[in-house]
Nanobody
């Protein structure tokens, strides 16, 4: 499975961006996809996730109400709509896929496939 992330960029505080992550390769019937982010000098943190099986979503408290994760199963693509962006949202954003998909995990080690990362910079 290969993951291709896109959509990052530079935006002013209060602005919006949409990230996309397209999966290709072998067909999976059940999986979970998520977005993580890593700021400079920080650990990689869970941002949001979605289960293909159930459609259940989960968000980090820091983005709840501002970010929305969604998926297009036909296109094998997951999106992260980010609104009301803050300078502290600045980070490299990574999409990830858990090919087992038994549950929606917030732990990075659960995910066995990763995209290359896309930079999001929010200016004040």
């Amino acid at each position: 499975v290969q993951l291709q992330a896109s959509g990052g960029g530079l935006v002013q505080a209060g602005g919006s961006l949409q990230l996309s992550c397209a999966a290709s390769g072998r067909t999976l019937s059940s999986y979970t996809m998520a977005w993580f982010r890593q700021g400079s000098g920080k650990e990689r943190d869970f941002v949001a996730g979605i289960s293909r099986r159930s459609g259940i979503t989960s968000y980090a408290d820091s983005v709840k109400g501002r970010f929305t994760i969604s998926g297009d199963n036909a296109k094998k693509t997951v999106y992260l709509q980010m609104s009301s962006l803050k300078p502290e949202d600045t980070a490299i954003y990574y999409c990830a896929l858990d090919s087992q998909g038994h549950y929606l995990s917030r732990r990075s080690y659960t995910y066995d496939y990763w995209g290359q990362g896309t930079q999001v910079t929010v200016s004040s």
